[in-house]
Each structure stands twice: as structure tokens, then as C-alpha cells.
């Protein structure tokens, strides 16, 4: 069964940083590219972040760029998501989530698997 | 970057009944890269379709998914009591991936 478990989340001031962590089972970790996508109380969702299987290529979004880093350990299946220069509009809960489409040397695809997600809210 | 506009906002039907959602791009969505996730409250979303048309594990087939370039459809031919939830497409032909700002299905 494939498991994706969020952890990291919580209160934070504005500028300072968190580091959000997604360990996966079930499933051939280092096989898929990974994701983050975030969703603010009661809103859509929002992409924020993706690494290819093998790290080669990493995109992220507009909002985020410079101050969010995704990463990935294969040897211990886990997805990262560090977290600097936070600001109030970060504030959302953070789902881990994997593409469908296995060893694709694209980023992108569509996400079969999502964690229960990590909340993160920016506040003084 | 795509722009994803969905309608209806909210969609009030009964069981029973047929829904029809609209996705729509503001540029082609590359090769049909579109898919249609399930929101319940509380819960992550839930891949339904994927590449416009296709339906991804263990979804009913009362799911049905259609369109390319520019215009996409979900229909659900006869809502069932659990299908009370919000709808959201999503591109991922191009970079930044996107997703519509969702359609709420809700019992009338």
C-alpha cells in the first residue's frame, strides 16, 4: 500500500525558516518524481514544487522561487521541502504527492498518491 | 503560465442526476495533459482522469473525462450520494504546473 506521511509543519514567525519532510512506502521510491502542492484555508490547490526520480531537474513555482527548496534522499525514501524567508501567504497545508508515471525525465505529470498533508502557518 | 478557469462555481444537483464540469485553458494543454482530481473535505484530493480521458485506478466509470486543447469536460452520468465534492482540473503539459480553481457539487 502506498503511504505518503507529511511531517515538519507548524507555527511559524514571518522570515524565518521550516524544513517539511515526506517519507513514502509502498512503493519504489526512487522510480517517480515527487511534489509538493499546497493549499490555503479553504482554497484550491496550488503547485509549489517537483523533483525528477534521480534529482536531474527540479521546477518551482513563481511564488516560491529563491526561498523554497525541494529535495530528495532516495537511500531513506524521503521528499524535503526547505522552507526560508517565510511569509503570512505561505500559510497552507502542505501535501507530499507522487506522479503516475514512473523514470520520466520530465518533472511533470499528474499524481496518483498524496499524503494527508502538514500545515504551515505564518504568523507573528 | 496556463490559466485554468472551471464551471460552473457550484453545481446543485440530486442524486441521481447528471453533472457536467468545464475546464477550460487559457493556451492548448499540451499532448492532453489534463487530469480531474476529487476533494472531500478534509481528505487530499483524488486523482479520477488523467490525459483528459483516461480513468485512473479504481474509479467508476460513471466518471467520464473528455476534451483537448483548450476545452475539457468531467461528467459524472449519475451522481451518487459520495460524489457530493469539489472537482479541480489540472495541467501538466507545461511549466508551472496549474489547477482550476475548483467546482463545488453539492446535494440541491
Known amino acids: 500500500e502506498v503511504q505518503l506521511v507529511e511531517s515538519g509543519g507548524g507555527l511559524v514567525q514571518p522570515g524565518r525558516s521550516l524544513r517539511l519532510s515526506c517519507a513514502a512506502s509502498?512503493?519504489?521510491?526512487?522510480?517517480?518524481?515527487m511534489h509538493w502542492v499546497r493549499q490555503a484555508p479553504g482554497k484550491g490547490l496550488e503547485w509549489v514544487s517537483g523533483i525528477s526520480w534521480n534529482s536531474g531537474n527540479i521546477d518551482y513555482a513563481d511564488s516560491v522561487k529563491g526561498r523554497l527548496t525541494i529535495s530528495r534522499d532516495n537511500a531513506k525514501n524521503s521528499l524535503y521541502l526547505q522552507m526560508n524567508s517565510l511569509r503570512a501567504e505561505d500559510t497552507a497545508l502542505y501535501y507530499c504527492a507522487k506522479v503516475a508515471v514512473p523514470l520520466r525525465v520530465a518533472v511533470a505529470g499528474d499524481f496518483d498518491y498524496w499524503g494527508q498533508g502538514t500545515l504551515v502557518t505564518v504568523s507573528s | 503560465e496556463i490559466v485554468l478557469t472551471q464551471s460552473p462555481g457550484t453545481l446543485s444537483l440530486s442524486p441521481g442526476e447528471r453533472a457536467t464540469l468545464s475546464c477550460r485553458a487559457s493556451?492548448?494543454?499540451?499532448?492532453?495533459?489534463l487530469a480531474w482530481y476529487q476533494q472531500k473535505p478534509g481528505q487530499a484530493p483524488r486523482l479520477l482522469i488523467y490525459?483528459?480521458?483516461s480513468r485512473a485506478t479504481g474509479i467508476p466509470d460513471r466518471f467520464t473525462g473528455s476534451g483537448s486543447g483548450t476545452d475539457f469536460t468531467l461528467t459524472i452520468s449519475r451522481l451518487e450520494p459520495e460524489d457530493f465534492a469539489v472537482y479541480f482540473c489540472?495541467?501538466?503539459?507545461?511549466?508551472?504546473?496549474?489547477f482550476g480553481p475548483g467546482t463545488k457539487v453539492d446535494i440541491k
Open positions: 509502498g512503493f519504489t521510491f526512487d522510480d517517480y518524481a
Open positions: 489540472q495541467q501538466y503539459g507545461s511549466s508551472p504546473l496549474t
Open positions: 493556451q492548448s494543454v499540451s499532448s492532453s495533459y
Open positions: 490525459g483528459a480521458s
